[in-house]
């Protein structure tokens, strides 16, 4: 099946750091989403981007769609302590089950006091 | 809390076994979607199911199986377990599957320990 590059694989930052990670495909994705995962229980959702291009705002979260629609990026500024886990982020694709999202492997957002 | 809720939170079974997964979509919600989640494999599709039928399928097992009832819940069975069949199995669902916004919004799962 199709597989989500996601990077970095983790990242060590300060409280207050602007953070940012992507997902890369090699096959034309429809939609992105992004989640945040803490340890025990399921991904929240936290972006869905639609078109290509598009560019989404949560707070203090900003995602974009790339242009090709292979790719997008998830902004974190001012990271705070609650910003700790997993990130993951996800798409259907053309020629993929119906709905079913691909996930990237995630990335684990660690903040250092 | 998502709205998405499922049953039971832990599951301990042995080789051989079968067990069944339960899951309450959103209210409103129509689509329901199933995923497993291990450390090597990640969060892998399932399948989907969609106002009580099937829809689409992805990495299913046949040993493994699913439906949706009429009050639109869930249940997806795994039967003659095997070690590698230990992981987190979450539910999600969203308001129309019929390719179009696709907003999953996911329970809290079931950690299966075979």
């Known amino acids: 099946g199709q597989q989500l590059n996601q990077s970095p694989q983790s990242m060590f930052i300060q409280e207050g750091e602007d953070v940012s990670m992507n997902c890369t495909s090699s096959s034309i994705f429809n939609t992105w989403l992004w989640y945040k995962q803490d340890p025990g229980e399921g991904p929240v959702l936290l972006i869905a981007?639609?078109?290509?291009?598009e560019l989404t705002s949560n707070g203090r979260l900003t995602a974009q769609f790339g242009i090709t629609r292979k790719d997008s990026f998830l902004n974190i500024s001012a990271s705070i302590p609650s910003d700790v886990g997993i990130y993951f982020c996800?798409?259907?694709?053309?020629?993929?089950?119906?709905?079913?999202?691909?996930f990237g492997k995630g990335t684990h957002l660690i903040i250092q006091p | 809390d998502s709205g998405v809720t499922q049953t039971p939170k832990h599951l301990i079974t042995a080789t051989g076994q079968r067990v069944t997964l339960r899951c309450s979509p959103r209210?409103?919600?129509?689509?329901v979607y199933w995923y497993q989640q291990s450390l090597d494999q990640g969060l892998q599709f399932l399948i989907q199911y969609y106002n009580g039928e099937e829809r689409a399928k992805g990495n299913i097992l046949e040993r493994f199986s699913a439906q949706q009832f009429p009050d639109l819940h869930s249940e997806l069975n795994l039967s003659s377990l095997e070690l590698g069949d230990s992981a987190l199995y979450f539910c999600?669902?969203?308001?129309?599957?019929?390719?179009?916004?696709?907003?999953?919004?996911f329970g809290p799962g079931t950690r299966l320990t075979v």
């Open positions: 999600a669902s969203s308001v129309d599957g019929l390719a179009g916004p696709n907003e999953q919004y």
């Open positions: 981007l639609y078109k290509a291009g």
């Open positions: 996800a798409g259907t694709y053309s020629g993929g089950g119906a709905d079913g999202l691909t």
């Open positions: 209210s409103g919600d129509l689509s």
